[in-house]
């Protein structure tokens, strides 16, 4: 789900605990004290491409040609995130342009492990693809969102203050 949709589920009562991924340094969600925030683990929302684009890079690890770009609505959480800072703002001047638009993460993986365009999707989602040169990060020279995977609980919740505790 969207992350708007996990808090509302979370706040009504409907889930227990909810996991989002958080902008580093941006505030934290402004729960009451009866919310635990917990970091539960640390990413990185990095650019990658795969496919033929692997090899159009030149010796500076930079796009050498106009790629596409695989990007997230305006309006979902990690549009507004890479819209705050412009942080494509290398890609795009390096010729990438935007071709693809999807809310799903996953799915803009699997478009650019097919190299259909460059995509930003967190470290840890594609850090098999990065190992087996399936992906290449493109994070070194275009730049990387630091992010926070956050658990939410209640404090009343004696079970998922455990779950916290697993990795």
């Known amino acids: 789900m969207n992350r708007e949709d996990c808090i ?4 009504h009562g409907d889930a227990d605990i909810v996991m989002i991924y958080e902008a580093r340094g941006l505030p934290p969600l402004p ?3 009866t919310i635990r925030r917990k970091v539960w683990m640390r990413d990185a929302l990095v650019p990658v491409c795969g496919g033929g684009l692997r090899h159009m890079l030149g010796p500076d690890g930079r796009l050498i040609r106009s790629v596409p770009l695989i990007g997230y ?14 942080t494509d ?3 795009r001047a390096d010729g990438a342009v935007l071709a693809i638009e999807t809310a799903f993460t996953v799915a803009a993986l699997r478009f650019a ?16 693809q990065l190992t087996s040169g399936k992906l290449v990060n493109l994070g070194e020279k275009y730049g990387f969102v630091s992010l926070d995977v956050s658990l939410f609980f209640a404090t009343s ?5 455990l779950l916290s505790e697993l990795r």
Not at 8 to 11: A, D, I, Q, R
Not at 73 to 86: I, Q
Not at 115 to 122: E, K, L, N, R, S
């Open 8 to 11: 509302t589920y979370f706040v």
């Open 73 to 86: 609505p305006a309006d979902s959480h990690f549009g507004r995130m890479l819209a705050r800072d412009d």
């Open 89 to 91: 703002a290398d890609l």
């Open 113 to 128: 492990e097919e190299g259909m365009g460059v995509a930003w999707v967190p470290h840890s989602l594609c850090v098999n």
């Open 157 to 161: 919740n004696p079970h998922a203050d």
């Open 31 to 33: 729960f009451d004290d």
